[in-house]
């Protein structure tokens, strides 16, 4: 009988043992499945993010691509030619100072100076005005003493004449032999100066250093005048004929420009009288009248007549 009571009780715990391992797992199941669940879910919204990201994205780069063609997109004749229009509105019409300063031999730019541009007189000189003249310059201005016609007035002249060689050169010839410019200055009695340099000068590569060069050279000259304040002509350098010229390629009608400008703003520093000699020169486009020199620098009988005779009727009447 006890015996029993023993097996019913082991079989007893052995059903409790049971159950509570049976519990047990399904408490593991309930808890793992729970996780698995919460964990699905999660996935399944992220995966629903992104693909509302990626559909975010999509459409702005399609709103981006959509706006660029639209930019990118020819334009109508219309279009095009209001844009044509409107450019055309906004370039500024060139001044009639500029335009007939071009036709006159007046570089561009030059307008800004023409207040020392030397006007044209109604009554023209006679040669007794050249008397307390001194012309100075290179070839060209030899050709000028030469060919003009000129009675009166002093030269110091000489071919290759270029401010580098103006302090070193002994190149004008004088009675007691070759001497430098500011030397053979010393025996002249001048209270008008005219100059003109710059033709030799056309290839240099700093035309503001020319500029600061010519300053010093006038300023030196002045010193040498019998008159405490003589009166300054500067001539502007002659156009040149292109094709005929054969001195080098930098002997073009650009430079000349360039170097005038610089010659006219020193005038305008200096309060000197810049004769404009192109004007009567000059082909109305930048370049020496065709045939006027047979090298395309040097100028002809006929041409350097015409430079006096303008030289005549451009001068500063005396008060």
């Known amino acids: 009988m006890e015996q029993k009571k023993k097996r019913s009780t082991r079989q007893q715990r052995r059903s409790g043992l049971i159950i509570n391992v049976l519990t047990l797992i399904v408490l593991v199941l309930v808890v793992f499945e729970g996780k698995s669940l919460i964990s ?14 990626e559909d975010e ?29 409107s450019e055309a509105q906004t370039e500024e019409p060139e001044t009639e100072a500029v335009v007939l300063g071009r036709e006159n031999g007046i570089p561009d730019g030059g307008d800004a100076y023409m207040d020392i541009v030397v006007p044209e007189q109604a009554v023209a000189l006679d040669d007794s005005y050249f008397e307390d003249a001194v012309f100075i310059g290179d070839s060209r201005m030899d050709g000028f003493r030469n060919f003009s016609g000129i009675t009166k007035g002093s030269f110091v002249t000489a071919v290759g004449m270029e401010l580098e060689n103006f302090y070193t050169d002994a190149q004008i010839a004088t009675a007691q032999g070759n001497a430098l410019v500011m030397d053979a200055l010393k025996n002249i009695n001048f209270s008008k100066i005219y ?22 050279v006038l300023s030196d000259i002045k010193t040498r005048s019998a008159s405490a304040d003589p009166v300054v002509y500067v001539y502007s350098v002659i156009y040149v004929e292109e094709p005929l010229v054969t001195t080098g390629d930098y002997v073009n009608n650009a430079n000349v420009d360039t170097i005038n400008l610089k010659i006219m703003e020193m005038c305008k520093e200096e309060g000197y009288h810049y004769i404009n000699v192109n004007e009567v ?4 486009s930048h370049s020496l009248i065709s045939g006027a020199a047979s090298d395309g620098i040097h100028l002809n009988q006929e041409y350097c007549r015409k430079w006096l005779d303008y030289t005549k009727t451009h001068y500063v009447p005396t008060v």
């Open 281 to 284: 020169l000059s082909d109305g």
């Open 40 to 53: 699905l879910f999660s996935r399944e919204n992220i995966q629903e993010r992104i693909r509302q990201e």
């Open 195 to 216: 100059m003109m340099l710059g033709t030799n000068e056309l290839g240099a590569y700093d035309m503001d250093a020319v500029k600061e060069s010519y300053r010093k």
């Open 57 to 85: 994205v999509f459409a702005s780069a399609n709103l981006l691509s959509s706006e660029s063609e639209e930019t990118e997109a020819p334009q109508t004749g219309s279009d095009a030619e209001s844009e044509k229009t």
